[in-house]
């Protein structure tokens, strides 16, 4: 399956953007999707996942209340929606997709990425 992000960004601290993610060359509905994101110098890092029907979400400590993943099967397509942004959250972020990810907040359980769509959120 091949993911391509777009929607990224500069943003003041405190603001809101949405990403997107659409997939296509597969059935989207099978696929379990993730968020990652990786500043620089850092390891890639989990943000959000959803299941293959969206109605189970999860997200990383570090932006649960401010984050919201979100996906629509219909158009093969899987969101981020991003508000109260900080500073930290200065990253490239990429979407994921498996299958059935053993883990789904390790980045080695995803088979397919998106080459990624940089947020810089300035201070």
């Known amino acids: 399956v091949l993911l391509v992000e777009s929607g990224g960004g500069l943003v003041q601290a405190g603001g809101s953007l949405r990403l997107s993610c659409a997939a296509s060359?597969?059935?989207?509905?099978?696929?379990?999707m993730g968020w990652f994101r990786q500043a620089p110098g850092k390891e890639r890092e989990f943000v959000a996942a959803?299941?293959?029907?969206?109605?189970?979400?999860y997200y990383a400590d570090s932006v649960k209340g401010r984050f919201t993943i979100s996906r629509d099967n219909a158009k093969n397509t899987v969101y981020l929606q991003m508000n109260s942004l900080k500073p930290e959250d200065t990253a490239v972020y990429y979407c994921?997709?498996?299958?059935?990810?053993?883990?789904?907040?390790?980045?080695?359980?995803?088979?397919?990425w998106g080459q990624g769509t940089q947020v810089t959120v300035s201070s």
């Open positions: 994921a997709a498996d299958r059935r990810p053993t883990t789904y907040s390790s980045k080695s359980s995803y088979n397919y």
């Open positions: 060359g597969g059935t989207f509905s099978n696929y379990f």
């Open positions: 959803i299941s293959w029907s969206g109605s189970i979400t």
